[in-house]
């Protein structure tokens, strides 16, 4: 407690004095104005100023950043005012320190979700990578959050069987991300002694995978497996509650590929391999639901309208008109697609 000597009455100075031991609170006593103004340039240090000037210098002393201006000759009028301009300073100082806390929580969770997202993208397949004679590929990859409960796959077992797969986890965020990381990791379309299996056995051993899982909450999954047979040009599906995969061929209609069953997770299932047999110029588009509504009818004729186009292009354009961005660039829901095209003769 500082400043020049000031009749102030025991009972206010014994206050001032308890108010001045606070580190974040300091008395002046009778401050000049260049002094007052020094201690009120720090924005985290609360100054009580006590004078018993003129009104018009007590108002100038709240003008300089005084938190307030106390008048001795008013001891409990002061002393009440002192302790509510502590008190609310006080206060206020504990919620700036909170909401400096949790902008710092944020901002470490935010660097947490980015690096999540970049890890994610990191398990998808780098299609130019797997292209070969008689394939071509193309994919669009759209989450609606940092992290995506979309997810797909494309790897070529051996030299002549190709299998595709994309997934939406039910949900949003880091639990539906979590959840593409499970069934990534269980999906295993060869046996212990490298022969194909069967996609629809591969499905149900994820189904059982989900169904296993010791989470809190029931999780759901949609997921289609195709099992490509380049030189036989056949298409083997199983589908796990999700939109049926969309044939374009040249100049023809599309057409839904397979049926569909069960959501993975809900209940023990039989999961049913369809077989579609495809010919040269035939593209397939594997694709996520979204959720704007008539999304995946006008995905589909986007597709067709577009089909002059190379496969990327048209992908890009169908994707285009028929979805919507917000004003971050972030579509309603996750959209995944996968598509490939058989070239050759």
């Keep these: ?66 938190l307030e201006v106390l008048d001795p000759r008013a001891p409990a009028e002061a002393r009440v005012r002192l302790q509510t301009a502590v008190a609310r300073f006080r206060s206020r100082l504990r919620l700036e ?14 660097r947490d979700l980015r690096l999540a997202a970049r890890l994610q993208r990191s ?19 759209l989450p609606r959050e940092f992290v995506s409960g979309d997810s797909y796959e494309a790897r070529w077992l051996d030299p002549d069987h190709l299998a595709l797969y994309t997934l939406d986890a039910v949900g949003h965020g ?14 295993r379309p060869v046996d212990a002694a490298g022969a194909l299996r069967d996609p629809g056995e591969v499905v149900a051993e994820l189904d059982q995978v989900l169904r296993d899982a010791d989470l809190d909450e029931a999780p ?53 391999t369809h077989e579609v047999a495809l010919a040269p110029g ?13 999304y995946l009818a006008g995905f589909v004729d986007q597709l067709a309208r577009h089909r002059d186009l190379e496969l990327m292009d048209q992908l890009g354009g169908a994707l285009g008109a028929a979805i919507t961005l917000d004003d971050e660039g972030r579509p309603e829901d996750d959209v995944t697609v996968l598509a490939i095209e058989l070239t050759g003769s």
């Design 220 to 272: 759901t999954a949609a997921f289609c497996y195709a099992l490509l047979d380049l030189p036989r040009r056949t298409l083997r599906l199983a589908n796990a509650g999700h939109p049926l995969p969309v044939r374009l061929p040249p100049g023809g209609e599309p057409a839904a590929l397979g049926g569909s069953d069960l959501l993975l997770g809900v209940d023990p299932e039989r999961y049913e």
């Design 97 to 110: 320190e909170a909401r400096d806390a949790l902008d710092r929580q944020t901002e470490a969770l935010e």
């Design 282 to 294: 035939d593209r397939v588009f594997l694709y996520s639901d979204g959720a704007e509504p008539g």
């Design 1 to 66: 407690m500082t400043g020049p000597a000031l009749e102030i009455p025991p009972e206010l100075r014994a206050d001032l004095e308890e108010v001045d031991a606070f580190p974040e609170v300091v008395v002046l006593i009778d401050p000049a104005p260049e002094v007052l103004e020094a201690y009120t340039i720090e924005e985290r240090l609360g100054v009580i100023a006590v004078m018993a000037g003129t009104p018009e210098e007590r108002a100038a002393a709240l003008e300089a950043g005084a």
């Design 174 to 187: 880091v639990r539906a991300a979590l959840l593409t990381v499970l069934l990534r990791s269980a999906f």
């Design 123 to 141: 398990f998808l397949p780098r299609l130019t990578e797997l292209e070969r004679p008689g394939v071509r590929f193309a994919s669009a990859y």
